[in-house]
């Protein structure tokens, strides 16, 4: 999918095809929907995140707060999105020893109970035994750098999802 397409795209189809970039956020991509025409995806991906920063420090925590536990009860339930089902998937949170299951569930437990908002990280760029150490690393930050820090996990996460988007697109008119 090129950029000419994205920018001919209703914004019925941009949310539908781009609304889960940012977890369970419909409401970015229809948001920025109204800054077509974008340069290139690279543009597309810059609105998103001038729009994530023009949040109120709340409006942050609410994006985090979209996000599904790592290993957690919507993983066992089969209640994630395909995205997030995908992601977990390879960074092997779905085959963890009993070990590493008690870790992860104890340390997002702190996690969530210290900052009011689920542990965030891309999984995509990090193996399991770096996802547990960030895990307890990070729980000794203070809210407002945890904060910041969780956002930028999910523009990483934002950004590989919306190259996917792309590129699988391209791969099936091959
Ligand atoms: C996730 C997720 O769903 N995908 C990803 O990369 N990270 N969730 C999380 N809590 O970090």
């Not at 609304?19 to 970015?28: D, F, R």
């Not at 543009?43 to 995140?49: A, G, L, N, R």
């Not at 999105?81 to 569930?105: C, F, K, P, V």
Request: aromatic share 6%.
């Amino acid at each position: 999918m090129d950029i000419r397409v994205i920018n001919s795209l209703t914004y019925e189809d941009f949310v539908n095809i781009f609304g889960n970039v940012v977890e369970k956020c419909p409401l970015i991509s229809a948001a920025i929907w109204s800054h077509r025409p974008f340069k290139d995806l690279e543009d597309v991906e810059t609105h998103i995140t001038e729009f994530i920063h023009s949040l109120s420090d709340s409006g942050k925590e609410g994006i985090l707060r979209c996000h599904p536990d790592l290993a957690g009860r919507d993983l066992q339930t089969g209640a994630l999105t395909r995205e997030s089902q995908e992601e977990q998937s390879q960074a092997g949170m779905t085959t963890l020893d009993s070990r590493e299951i008690l870790d992860m569930y104890r340390l997002n437990a702190e996690y969530k109970e210290r900052f009011g908002f689920p542990f965030i990280i891309c999984v995509r760029l990090n193996k399991k035994a770096e996802i547990l150490r960030q895990l307890s690393e990070r729980l000794k930050n203070d809210r407002a750098a945890e904060r910041e820090r969780a956002i930028e996990e999910v523009k990483k996460i934002c950004s590989l999802r919306l190259h996917s988007i792309v590129l699988s697109d391209m791969q099936t008119k091959l």
